[in-house]
């Protein structure tokens, strides 16, 4: 009996120390074949050069999604479509203008107006300046704020290494400057920008405005003005002349772009791998969410170049609309659970081209154990760092729908912010290697959830 014992340990401990030299040759191989032969930067510079910039409901969005579709056919997937969604449709209709006049004198600051806001029409809008550092000060002064443009100077918290802890911690003011200022009787919010980078780039993003307010123009300006602004207004009163052409126009029709390879023994349980095709316009959405897709796309390139037949229904989606709505994750979720699909992970890549440093995964605790197993395989190539929560707004709906194990590519965090919905985001900032690594690494995961299960 106690022969047997070690007979049969022996038997399994031989057949997992193969199966895992088994795995690590052919991540190897995944490994090799990007990094020597990898698309992803090309596609990268087609999206970006050739199409720009993608906001959602824009003819730009139009050009990316017919570049996500033939690329995918060219790359030979089993499939390739369009689903479609509505989207809504916000325009920028120009440049937007912020002239401040101060005591020491006048200053023509670096402005954009916020996702979804609505302008001034053109006209010039002039007020005296309030300046606040959060919501809970504009309520204790909101007897002030009548007729005022409201200034939120939030910083961002410098102290936060995860540089997501501090967007997290400061991005309430873009989001909701506009409604807690006309609440308070304001006529208008000006919001630093969601960054802690050097130099005075404004970085845009969405806002929301509440139904029931009236709806007062929202404009985030550059790092540098807003220090400026904080220094003269110490001093005395200033003053702000702004001007604003952006508005909403109807929602129009968008679509998500899936491609697939069909599972050779499990067709109807799939695993989900995207990032989202819809950009903001003042760059060219190359981290946000250009990195996210070629890195996608990539998958499919070395899954096919290598002839690795899946197991399981692999799927590519470059989502729409996740900037202002999110509405191409919801679509591709509800159509899932009408046709009655198995999803069994997801994998979205958000977080921009860097440097890859981890994973995390947002699942039961048997299936984050063996992701955690999983670990020592992946970790040669940049990824070292499993954590628990993850995944990505595009592909949220799914955990929501199918409770499905969802994870998100961790890059290093530490210049995404500098970039982010700014004019510098474009191809230029990306580097070829960062960015190829990332796709090794998200390709390594689905290969061993691909093959293992979760």
Known sequence: MRKSFFVLSFLLTSGLLMAQKEDSVFIRAISDDILNNGKAYEYLRQLTKQVGGRVSGSPNMVKAENWGLKTMQDIGADKAWLQECMVPHWVR???????????????????????????????????????????????????????KIVFFNYKFRNELVQTFQAYSDAVKYRGGAANAGSKNGAVGVLVRSMTHAVGNNPHTGAMRY????????????????????????????????????????????????????????????????????????????????????????????????????????????????????????????????????????????????????GFGLTAPDDMFAKFMSWQPLIAPYGASDFRKGGGGSDISPLGKTFATPLAGLSPDSQRYFDIHHARSDVFENVNKRELLLGAVNMAALVYLVDKYGM
């Open 93 to 147: 209709a120009g440049k937007d203008v912020v002239k401040a006049m101060a005591r020491g004198g006048s200053r023509d600051l670096d402005a954009l107006a916020l996702g979804n806001s609505e302008g001034t029409g053109g006209k010039y809008l002039t007020a005296p300046v309030m300046m606040v550092g959060s919501f809970e000060e504009l309520e204790k002064r909101k007897e002030e704020a009548k007729g």
């Open 210 to 357: 509440d139904s029931a307010i009236q709806k007062i123009p929202a404009i985030a300006i550059g790092i540098e003005d807003a220090d400026w602004m904080s220094q003269e207004i110490s001093k005395g009163t200033i003053t702000v002349s702004l001007s604003s052409n952006a508005h909403m126009l109807p929602d129009t029709i968008g679509h998500n772009v899936i491609a697939e390879l069909t599972g050779s023994e499990f067709p109807n349980e799939v695993i989900t791998i995207g990032g989202h095709l819809d950009s903001w316009d003042p760059g060219e959405g190359a981290h946000d969410d250009g990195a996210g897709c070629v890195q996608s796309l990539e998958i499919l390139r070395v899954f096919r170049a290598l002839g690795y037949k899946p197991k399981h229904t692999i799927r590519i989606v470059l989502f729409a609309n996740e900037e202002n709505g999110g509405r191409g994750g919801d679509k591709y979720a509800e159509v899932a659970q009408a046709k009655g699909e198995k999803h069994i992970f997801a994998l979205e890549s958000d977080a921009g081209g860097f440097t890859p440093r």
